[in-house]
């Protein structure tokens, strides 16, 4: 059988069907949640977080399981509780998700800084109330265990990740994935920053961009509706017309 070229995710911005349409029969976009965190773990959670120099906002995971001295999955998921985008939206008074996504996109520095009283007013009233922004270019931990039991429940005993270049690529037994509580999947593909989980076969795919704050689920309609109903991703389904940034002016999403 003949090697099928990996589905990768381009680096620049693209028309999402377009670009998925000939292999995937929907693209659903799972937001990545913003992250609670209660006082008494504020110190630990904030161990794993080496910050930017020149942005507050921005910053980097560190993958603190795979060194021995850290959170492992099972233990981030005790100090960490996910916080919706639609819940941030009513907080805050936001028009749609899509503004909130262009505020998130401003702060990691993803487009130009033309809303900088309103992010600094949103983290104003965020930060005291311990939620955190949401993990950007990389899968969330709080979802990723999620991620690799949708696979499970598919059939699939294997899957996939490639890195962002197609360069590195390597095939996994999903139980031994779960087995290993990551909070993050570069450390099982060390060398290559993750950016798609699939099956072997591209029936089914997680994506994410390194500048975004969601992750592409994509498939057949019938598996994805199953999937996101199953775990209760929020999100959007893509609809023709919408790039990587879903800034539309015509098509809201609420």
Known sequence: MEKRSPILIPSYDFDVLEYFGESFEVVYGILHPFERVAPENRDIIDATWAPDVNNPYIGTHLEFAARGNGPDWIHYQTLIHPFAWRDIVDMLGFPSLN????????CFVARRRDHGEEIDRMFE?????????????????????????????????????????????????????????????????PGGSIV????????????????????????????????????KFEGFLFQPGMTLGWESDEIIIV
């Open 196 to 231: 798609t989980l699939h099956s072997e076969e591209y029936q089914l795919l997680y994506g994410v961009h390194w500048d975004s704050v969601f992750t592409f689920l994509c498939g057949q309609k019938e598996e994805v509706s199953a999937i996101v109903e199953k775990y």
């Open 99 to 106: 503004y909130l996504n262009q505020l998130l996109l401003e």
């Open 125 to 189: 009233i965020l930060e005291p109330l311990g939620i955190d922004r949401p993990t950007e270019g990389q899968f969330p931990p709080l979802l990723l265990d999620q991620f690799l039991r949708s696979f499970r429940d598919r059939g699939h005993k294997t899957v996939q990740l490639t890195s962002q270049f197609g360069d590195k690529t390597a095939v996994f037994d999903v139980e031994h994935l779960l087995n290993q509580k990551l909070t993050a999947l570069d450390s099982a593909l």
